[in-house]
């Protein structure tokens, strides 16, 4: 079974310009939850998506964005890209959400330069 | 706020000796503690997981301690293995925010041969 995809795996942007990533999820599952990781703090939440819909949100400002296609593929966009939007972006999926034991399988992520 | 710590950045460890990586969270209402491994140039790996409710976890080499009264989990590694390098990250979650996961920043392990 293919693992979590994530394309593209590096990106060089200016400030200011908008950038959009994608996740494909491992085959069969619904849930995708994006993370944003810098050097020296853990993985940040963004949001999560299951069967198209946003279930949970993190606390980051309205540029970033996300949506989730019928085929559980999903994209994040940020837009007015800034400086400190550098970092590792990961995707996870998982068979569903809300559960303690719902485990998540990481893509391995696209690595984002603003410059 | 940061509700999961991991005070130490990095770790080095002798082949064959027991890793101990540390963990501390401050919300008392966490009720379920999983380890995730890195390497680099991948995402993280789920590793071992514990629910509140327990004060170990064991499987294989890997064992997961939680002190409630502390709010404070340790993963142990016996014996160190070079495979073990990798950074190491304890995350929370509670029920009543979905099981959504709280990461601590990461600790590097490095097994020295």
């Known amino acids: 079974k293919a693992g979590v995809t994530q394309t593209p795996r590096y990106l060089i942007k200016t400030r200011g310009q908008q950038v959009t990533l994608s996740c494909s999820p491992i085959s069969g599952h619904r849930s995708v939850s994006w993370y944003q990781q810098t050097p020296g703090q853990g993985l940040q939440f963004l949001f999560e998506y299951f069967s198209e819909t946003q279930r949970n949100k993190g606390n980051f400002p309205g540029r970033f964005s996300g949506r989730q296609f019928s085929n559980s593929r999903s994209e994040m966009n940020v837009s007015t890209l800034e400086l400190g939007d550098s970092a590792l972006y990961l995707c996870a999926s998982s068979t569903s959400v809300g559960g303690p034991h719902n485990e998540q399988f990481f893509g391995p992520g696209t690595r984002l330069t603003v410059l | 706020d940061q509700q999961v710590k991991q005070n130490s950045p990095s770790l080095s460890v002798q082949e064959g000796r027991i890793s101990i990586l540390n963990c501390d969270y401050t919300n008392s209402m966490f009720d379920y503690f999983l380890w995730y491994k890195k390497y680099p140039a991948e995402g993280p790996t789920f590793l071992i997981s514990i629910s509140s409710i327990k004060d170990k976890n064991e499987d294989g080499r890997f064992t997961v301690f939680l002190n409630k009264s502390a709010k404070h989990l340790s993963l142990h590694i016996v014996p160190s293995q070079p495979g073990d390098s990798a950074v190491y990250f304890c995350?929370?979650?509670?029920?009543?925010?979905?099981?959504?996961?709280?990461w601590g920043a990461g600790t590097k392990l490095i097994i020295k041969p």
């Open positions: 995350a929370a979650s509670r029920m009543d925010s979905n099981y959504q996961l709280i």
